[in-house]
């Protein structure tokens, strides 16, 4: 029996350190958000944007595996067909829970995380309402 979204969340939000992979250096998009309300709420928090140097003042990493120490949970904010390849990244970056925020979930990427082991959160509560932002 798999653990309930209430449970994913929490267990996700436990970690000590996270990735937005998606991070956006335009502040209206969900990608520049989701990594300020991890800043906002104190959290280590590691942008991932191949076309940046940085986002928010945090140097801003190309991909997961470019991390200087692996992340245990990410948050993901790109589009669905990049999603399916961000889960095999991830698994490959040691990473174990994915919080696919809504829309940047496929039934392809959640069906892959979790044949490779990963907690996915996924259709369910977005990230910006669970630990509370503010713009």
């Known amino acids: 029996m798999s653990a309930s979204v209430g449970d994913r969340v929490q ?9 937005v992979v998606g991070a956006s250096v335009d502040r209206s998009k969900y990608g520049n958000k989701v990594l300020r309300c ?4 104190g959290r ?5 944007n191949p076309r940046a140097d940085e986002v928010e003042g945090l140097k801003s990493y190309a ?3 470019a991390l200087p120490a692996p992340v245990p949970a990410i ?32 039934a392809a990427a959640i069906r892959a995380a979790e044949e490779l082991g990963l907690s996915v959160i996924a259709g369910g509560p977005c990230l910006l309402v669970v630990l509370g932002y503010r713009d």
């Open 63 to 65: 991909s997961l595996a």
């Open 11 to 19: 267990a996700f939000l436990a970690c000590d350190s996270f990735a």
């Open 75 to 106: 948050s993901v904010i790109t589009p669905p067909a990049i999603t399916e390849q961000v889960v095999r990244d991830a698994a490959a970056a040691g990473v174990q829970h994915v919080w696919m925020q809504p829309g940047a979930e496929s």
């Open 44 to 48: 280590t928090v590691h942008p991932i």
């Open 38 to 41: 991890y800043i906002q709420h």
